[in-house]
T-cell receptor
Framework: DQQVKQNSPSLSVQEGRISILNCDYT??????FLWYKKYPAEGPTFLIS?????DKNEDGRFTVFLNKSAKHLSLHIVPSQPGDSAVYFC?????????FGTGTSLTVIP | DTGVSQDPRHKITKRGQNVTFRCDPI?????LYWYRQTLGQGPEFLTY????????KSRLLSDRFSAERPKGSFSTLEIQRTEQGDSAMYLC????????????FGPGTRLTVL
C-alpha cells in the first residue's frame, strides 16, 4: 500500500524557471511532511518540511505548500538552478514512522 | 566528517548467508532509523530506535531481519538466511530530539544476494 505517491517520475525545467514537484497522500493521520533531495551514490538530504497545521513553509528558493483537504503537497523551486538536478522524495510521518514517495527526477536545463 | 556513516558500503553474499550492517549516527542524535530502498522506489521504513529502545519493529520485513542499538550509539541490522529479494540499498538515518526533527541519512549499504 503506497500511502505517499509521486505520480511524475521525471520533470525537466529550464534554468531560472519554476520547478513544481507534486506529492499526494492517502492517510489523513499524517501530521508532518518533508522533502528530500538525493544525488546518485548518496543518501537523501533534507530540504524542507511542513507541519500539518500550516499550509505553507518557505526557505530561500524552496517553498512547500500543503493542501490537507486534497491530501496534496507540492514543492516549488524558484529560480531553478542546474545544481538542483536530482531525485526529489516527499515523505510523510505518523507517530515517528516515515513513508516516502517513489521520487521525481528533476533535470534543470542550463 | 561528522555525518552518519555506514559500513560496509557494498556487500555481496550468497543466498542463505547471514549479513550484518553497521550504522554510526551523528554523535548527539538520540533517534536512529533503518530503511530499505529498492530500484525505482523511495526509502521504505523498517524500524527505529530512541536511544537504545526499539520503538517500532512491526515493519521489519520478516523475522529474518533484526536490529539492535545496544548502547544507544551505533546500530546493527542483521539479515539471516538472505534471499535474492533482499538485494537492495539499506539506509540509516539519525535525528536529534523529538519526532519531527529532520533526519540525516547515511550513504547506505548496497546488498547484492547472489
Amino acid at each position: 500500500d503506497q500511502q505517499v505517491k509521486q505520480n511524475s517520475p521525471s520533470l525537466s525545467v529550464q534554468e531560472g524557471r519554476i520547478s513544481i514537484l507534486n506529492c499526494d497522500y492517502t492517510n489523513s493521520m499524517f501530521d508532518y511532511f518533508l522533502w528530500y533531495k538525493k544525488y546518485p551514490a548518496e543518501g537523501p538530504t533534507f530540504l524542507i518540511s511542513i507541519s500539518s497545521i500550516k499550509d505553507k513553509n518557505e526557505d530561500g528558493r524552496f517553498t512547500v505548500f500543503l493542501n490537507k483537504s486534497a491530501k496534496h503537497l507540492s514543492l516549488h523551486i524558484v529560480p531553478s538552478q542546474p545544481g538542483d538536478s536530482a531525485v526529489y522524495f516527499c515523505a510523510a510521518s505518523e507517530v515517528g514512522q516515515f513513508y516516502f514517495g517513489t521520487g521525481t527526477s528533476l533535470t534543470v536545463i542550463p | 566528517d561528522t555525518g552518519v556513516s555506514q559500513d560496509p558500503r557494498h556487500k555481496i553474499t550468497k543466498r542463505g548467508q547471514n549479513v550484518t550492517f553497521r550504522c554510526d549516527p551523528i554523535s548527539e542524535h538520540n533517534r536512529l532509523y533503518w530503511y530499505r530502498q529498492t530500484l525505482g522506489q523511495g526509502p521504505e521504513f523498517l524500524t527505529y530506535f530512541q536511544n537504545e529502545a526499539q520503538l517500532e519493529k512491526s515493519r521489519l520485513l520478516s523475522d529474518r531481519f533484526s536490529a539492535e542499538r545496544p548502547k544507544g550509539s551505533f546500530s546493527t541490522l542483521e539479515i539471516q538466511r538472505t534471499e535474492q529479494g533482499d538485494s537492495a540499498m539499506y539506509l540509516c538515518a539519525s535525528s536529534h530530539g523529538g519526532l519531527y526533527n529532520e533526519q540525516f541519512f547515511g550513504p547506505g549499504t548496497r546488498l547484492t544476494v547472489l
